[in-house]
């Protein structure tokens, strides 16, 4: 039993420090953070944690669905606070996403690569 909590623990550790490490003005969704952890396909994992953190120094808004959304309801309060927490920051957000992920997922190899216009 106490290895099983020394390993929730350590994968709990692992996934804050990922998002700690998130500079602000960017942000990652929850499968980048699990995949930075060591953790790949546990993107629920990070949702679970981040919504069991207290730390209130922890910049939990800067992980966002993986197509760019937040995941709250939009109009809840959590909603309200990271879309107010990201446009702080000079994140540009339109109808609650990220716009820069989401012309990032529209995005061909080239434009990646190119810089072509989308």
Do not use: C
Request: charged share 30%; hydrophobic share 40%.
């Amino acid at each position: 039993m106490a290895a099983d909590n020394l390993e929730r623990h350590d994968r709990q550790q692992r996934i804050l420090a990922v998002v700690r490490n998130i500079r602000a003005g960017r942000t990652a969704s929850y499968a980048e953070v699990a995949q930075r952890a060591g953790l790949p396909g546990r993107a629920r994992l990070v949702a679970r944690i981040l919504a069991e953190n207290d730390d209130a120094t922890t910049p939990w808004h800067r992980v966002v669905r993986s197509d760019g959304r937040i995941a709250f309801p939009p109009g809840s309060a959590g909603f309200s606070e990271q879309q107010r927490r990201l446009a702080a920051e000079g994140v540009a957000l339109q109808d609650g996403r990220v716009q820069s992920r989401a012309k990032l997922r529209a995005a061909t190899l080239d434009q990646l690569l190119w810089g072509e216009e989308t």
